[in-house]
Structures are given as structure tokens and as C-alpha cells.
């Protein structure tokens, strides 16, 4: 479902975030663990991130821009605030991608051959299940980026902002705003999703996901690693 450019049914109890995952970086494309390993974006990446900015340019009332302060990420929302023509991006590390401890920097092949525990807690159903080599629990991650999330919606009541962030706060977003729905498949590089929050009752709810509609004519790497929970 698409948001509408004008904020319509806006009022001012709500906020409306439009998050963002990261434009492709080499370590996605070759399926690579990247939690808080600062990677960059590749060329695709870069495109991809022009590519949503220019859509976001097309919207309306838009009034700031976060990211998280990882490089492919910051880097992303760069790109988007100069299309968009929207003050300097803020930068925070609440919106980091969860820390997978030592299985950052391993693919999924190698994390189960060499840190075999670390890769069996990262499997783990359990929420509180924190990973070796000082990796946090989905239960870490989903306090850290909610509670980020809520303190925007409270600062910028009644307005429209950006977060770029990481394929796995962004699961923990959509949960806090739809338990009891999983999104659908990949969160794919440089999706659009909107979640939009009324700070008077604390309802989350879910108005848009994973639209990569403006990334047509633009290489996506379908079996990129991340955005599925596994990898940011």
C-alpha cells in the first residue's frame, strides 16, 4: 500500500516514518555476515540509493533525516538528503544493524564450521539468546530500535521523517507495529516501508512494506544476503 504524498489523515498525534533499508554493498552481494562491520556501498548500492531518494524527492512534508552511523547506511541517507534537499542527516548508532558477534564477517558456510555455538544461538527461536563474541538478542536489538523509534515519534509529532537502517531492525520495527504478522520474504536493499505512530495511545501501524517499486531498471541481487533476519 502506497503512502500518500500529502500526509492525508495525518493529524498530530501521529508521526509517520518512512524507513530505508541500505543500498547494496559488496558484503551483501557474496552473502557475508555484516552486523557492525562498517562496509560501504557498492556501485549498485549507490544507484539503488539514488534511485529511492529521487522517489522520496516526490513526496511531501517531509521534514528530517536519521541513520543509523554505519557507512552503508549513512551513506545511503546522504544520498537521499541531498535528492530531497533535506537537512543534514542525524546520525545514531540506535539504528545500527543487530551485533552478531563472532559470526560478523563469516558467510553463513564458514559461521557454521568455525563458531558452531554462536552459529546455533543465531538460529535460536529464542529471543533472549544473546551470541557469542558480544552479540546481542533479538530481545537487545527489538528494546534498542523501538525505543529509538518511539522517541522520534514524540520529538517530531505530526510530522514525516526518514530513518535508513538495517534488515533486521526493521523486522523488529514491523513486529513492534504487527506481532502476529511476519513481513513477507526479503527486506530488500533500499525498500521503502512506512510505519506510522500515534505517540497519545502508542499504536504501530504498518502502511507500507517493502515497496521497491523505484528500483525498476536497476540491478537487485535477489539471493543478496540480508534483510531476512539473518544479515544487515
Not at 558477534?101 to 563469516?106: A, I
Not at 558452531?116 to 539468546?129: C, G, M, N, T, V
Not at 537487485?220 to 544487515?232: C, H, L, P, R
Request: contains cysteine; aromatic residues 4%; charged residues 25%.
Amino acid at each position: 500500500m502506497a503512502a500518500s504524498g500529502d500526509c492525508s489523515g495525518l493529524t498530530a498525534t501521529f508521526t509517520e516514518v518512512i524507513l530505508v533499508r541500505h543500498g547494496e554493498t559488496s558484503w551483501n552481494a557474496s552473502r557475508i555476515i555484516q552486523g557492525h562491520i562498517d562496509s560501504e556501498l557498492n556501485d549498485i548500492g549507490r544507484q539503488q540509493a539514488v534511485a529511492v531518494g529521487s522517489h522520496l524527492s516526490k513526496e511531501k512534508n517531509i521534514v528530517a533525516i536519521y541513520s543509523s552511523d554505519l557507512k552503508r547506511a549513512a551513506e545511503t541517507a546522504r544520498i537521499i538528503a541531498s535528492t530531497c534537499n533535506l537537512p543534514e542527516v542525524i546520525l545514531d548508532p540506535s539504528l545500527r544493524e543487530r551485533h552478531l558477534g563472532d559470526l560478523q564477517g563469516l558467510t553463513l558456510r564458514d559461521a557454521e564450521k568455525q563458531k558452531p555455538i554462536a552459529y546455533k544461538h543465531f538460529l535460536s527461536a529464542k529471543r533472549d539468546q544473546e551470541i557469542p563474541g558480544g552479540g546481542e538478542s533479538l530481545a537487545q536489538l527489538h528494546e534498542r530500535c523501538t525505543s529509538f523509534l518511539k522517541n522520534l515519534a514524540r520529538k517530531h509529532k505530526g510530522e514525516r521523517i526518514i530513518a535508513v537502517t538495517h534488515g533486521g531492525v526493521l523486522r523488529e520495527l514491523h513486529k513492534r507495529a504487527s506481532p502476529t504478522m511476519l513481513p513477507n520474504g526479503k527486506i530488500k536493499n533500499t525498500s521503502i516501508n512506512v510505519i506510522r505512530i500515534n505517540e497519545n495511545d502508542d499504536k504501530w501501524t504498518v502502511k507500507r512494506w517493502g515497496d521497491v517499486g523505484h528500483l525498476q531498471g536497476v540491478v537487485v541481487k535477489e539471493d543478496a544476503f540480508g534483510g531476512d533476519g539473518t544479515s544487515g
